[in-house]
Structures are given as C-alpha cells and as structure tokens.
C-alpha cells in the first residue's frame, strides 16, 4: 500500500482502480463537481459513496422549469457557511444526477439526516456503482 495525497482532479485511470470510492464531505468543497465525479468514476472499479450537505427536498421548481422537486443547487458566494471554499450545495435529485451523468448506475440513497429542524444543515450519502 502506497499512500499519496492528491488532488480530486488528478485522479486518473494510471493510479489504478479501487473496488470502493469514499467521497465524503468533499462534493461542496468542489469549485468544478462535476469534473471532480468524472474523476472518480475514472479510478472507480465498483461502488462510490458520497456524502454531501444537501438543500431540503421540499423546493419545488417553477412550471416553465418542468415543475416538480429536485434539481436545484445553491451557489455560495463568498463565506456563506463560515467556510470560503464552500462552493456550492445541491439537493439530492442533483447528486444523483449527476453520478448518473458520469456514468455510475444503480444510483441509491443509503442516508438522509431530518430535515424537519431548518436551523440544521442536511446531510445525504448515496451509493453507486460502476
């Protein structure tokens, strides 16, 4: 076992493969998400877990939008959660989406902490596979 401290962007299929992904607590902290999944789908030879913060799932998108739940990211500007490389929180529908974006399937969510305090950040893992 080799231990190297790397950025999620410099993950490539050369550093090998690895039968179980944890990608927790990072997806926020991510100025380009998108990317960063792309990545680790790239050295991903079966599940990934992800943890993030997530928006409620009560936020309802207007009619000219399709209408319905889901989808939705907030962009934090600047320090907005008292941290400034907080970029951004999605809600569930787009964490999903998004690992189905970079080609995970089987896209499932294992935990989603209550949203029933507002004054409480939200907190989902969801589980894929290659």
């Known amino acids: 076992m080799e231990f ?3 950025d999620v962007y410099d993950l490539s299929a050369e550093l090998g493969t690895f039968d179980i992904v944890l990608f927790l607590g990072v997806l926020y902290h991510c100025k380009h998400p998108l990317l960063a999944l792309e990545r680790i789908f790239n050295v991903c030879a079966g599940s990934v877990y992800v943890s993030s913060l997530i928006l409620p799932s009560d936020l309802i998108l207007p009619r000219a ?7 939705i990211v907030k962009f934090l500007e600047n320090d907005e959660l008292c941290n400034a490389d907080n970029w951004w929180i999605p809600d569930q529908a787009t964490v999903e989406g998004m690992l189905r974006t970079v080609g995970f399937r089987n896209v499932e969510k294992l935990f989603h902490s209550a949203e029933d305090d507002p004054d409480q950040l939200v907190v989902s893992l969801t589980k894929a596979v290659r």
Not at 65 to 71: A, C, D, F, P, V
């Open 4 to 6: 190297r401290q790397l």
């Open 65 to 71: 939008w399709g209408g319905g739940r889901g989808n």
